[in-house]
């Protein structure tokens, strides 16, 4: 006979919500409405949420920005009066405590974290008064003495000095300042702590500590969490085994970036004219995922911490439609994926494209995504780009997992390298990484425009036809390689599907859109995305998935289809930079090239190759243009 295993006894309930309903009146003025006859007007922020939480656990709520997280958690605490449905902590029905008097003993045993540190601290005071205002409140200490002891006890608990106490809010990092929060939250000896996106305000490698903090004094004082928040990493680490609720629709929409400079690293890219310190690619997807994404980053195959060979673009095309089939397969994937990344991003992106795969529902291509790379990227007119030779060094060295190839690669100049060609095969700066050597001499070698340059993820334009029918920004800038890889993208797209194409050319250079300026030449204000096409690039890129994956009417459909800035009508003067201050402003148009182009006619010239040294080396030669 089989002896069954004891049963363990479940904690015992402390918040019950249920059917729970928060109206706001957003009516205009009684006199508006007496005039013109209309009815009052309420928005619903919760419709019927319904969970319990039992003792000692971490309860999570997720949702996306606006669902009414943070609605629910001010119910709780008596901050907002529930429209319907009846809120039980620890058995007593909180909406039958109508009197403060009444509701102080509960209140005692239930605090609340706030999401912004620094606006919940009262500035004018010392740390030492805020984190004591709970004791002096419910009469916890008996004298002065005892309260500041306390006090500096509560501050130690959050790994803090008692010294600090004498300090005032602005005087600490926002890390301290929410710890100062969780020190005042824990002053009253509470049963149970709200945590309403503790972290969100904070870098990343502060959240850890904070998240850590939190999960020890849980331990150490039996506490019971509701945990808000909208990243679902930081609800996987305090969650644990605990319950979790998503407030928001689920499954999400996805956002994916195929690249090749390591998903871990920032992405220079990924900053505003508000803020020049590049976010890390954590940061980037905490913002989408707070408007109601997922976001998913992935090293291209033999790159950093994906495996197998790197063979630069061919492979893009495929591994791409292989990711995104992963993607559709999970079950917080709606079937919806968008996809952006600069450069090489959109490279893959492009190449991604070119296969039409299901899932697929919008691009954004910026500063990327090769219409013919052999006249324009890796050749010019067929002249080859000794940019991917840097390339191929730079990325191979970087990349070098075995100490001893680093060593070797590390060794070599490439300037010289430059000096001494030609070049072969094993006797090249980079024979160290026979992988990115071979698709190095593969590009140099074809001269002519073959079936080699016919491949996708190096020639969009050949697939434009089969090309995704999904709306796509071609964003470059005119400093940028890829400038006229975006305009022939949009053209020919455009003619070939009827989904919305959008160009935007700035005076950028390679993904520097949130400045004003490059090199040595001013454009002004205007020049920037930040507060002249959107709030800033996030809000750019969000604004168009937002419409053409979620279905928001946000406007993005009645935007001009073509933005580009025209340069000139500055002052000519240098500013206090020392640049020269040349000026220009956005012009919209419904078509590319603009209305009204005229054309001109200049001599047609015949490239010469480059001469191929004997012994299959990649020579000098001599690039002779010669009028035809």
Known sequence: MRRSSPRVPERPVILEVNDLERHFDVSPPALERMLRGNKRVAAK?????????RRGETFSLVGESGCGKTTVARCIVGLYRPTAGNIV??????????????????????????????????????????VAEPLVTHGLVADRAELRARVGELLEQVRLSAANGDKFPHEFSGGQRQRISIARALAAHPEFLIGDEPTSALDVSVQAQILNLMKDLQRRLG???????????????????????????GPFPVLLERTPYDKSAPSRSERTAAAARPRSRAEVAAYF?????????????????SGGHFTKYLS??????????WLLRQPWCNGLVGTFGLSYAAHTQAALGCLDPPGLAAQFLDCGGFSNAYRSGIRHGGAFDLKQATWAYRNALADARDPAVKAVLEAQDIGAWFRRMPWHKRDSPISAAPEYEDYLFEQWSHGVFDDYWKQPGIYAEGFYDRYADVPIVH????????????????????RAKRSRMQLVLGPWTHGDRSLSHAGEVEFGPAAPVDGNLAEDFFELRRRWFDHWIKGLANGIDEEPPVRVFVMGGGSGRRNRDGRLEHGGHWRSAPEWPLQQTRWTALPACRPQPFCSASGGG???GRLCLRSA
Not at 289 to 305: L, N, P
Not at 316 to 325: H, I, P, R
Request: proline fraction near 4%; charged fraction near 25%; include cysteine.
């Open 45 to 53: 922020a919760l419709d019927g949420v319904s969970f319990t939480i």
């Open 89 to 130: 902590f620890d058995g007593i029905d909180l909406g039958r405590l109508r009197q403060r008097k009444a509701m102080a003993p509960v209140r005692r045993r239930m605090q609340m974290i706030f999401q912004d540190p620094y606006a919940s601290l009262n500035p004018r005071w010392r740390v030492r008064k805020i």
């Open 223 to 249: 506490l019971t969490y509701l945990f808000i928040s909208h990243n679902l990493a930081v609800i996987r680490f305090r969650t644990g085994s605990g319950s979790c609720i998503s407030a928001g629709p």
């Open 475 to 494: 964003l470059s800038g005119w400093y940028d390689p890829y400038a006229r890889t975006a305009m022939e993208n949009y053209v020919g797209l455009s």
């Open 618 to 620: 990649l020579g000098r």
């Open 289 to 305: 995922v707070k408007h109601g994404y997922a976001v998913a980053y992935q090293d291209c195959r033999g790159r950093y911490h």
């Open 316 to 325: 893009e095309a495929d591994d791409g439609c292989d990711t995104l089939a």
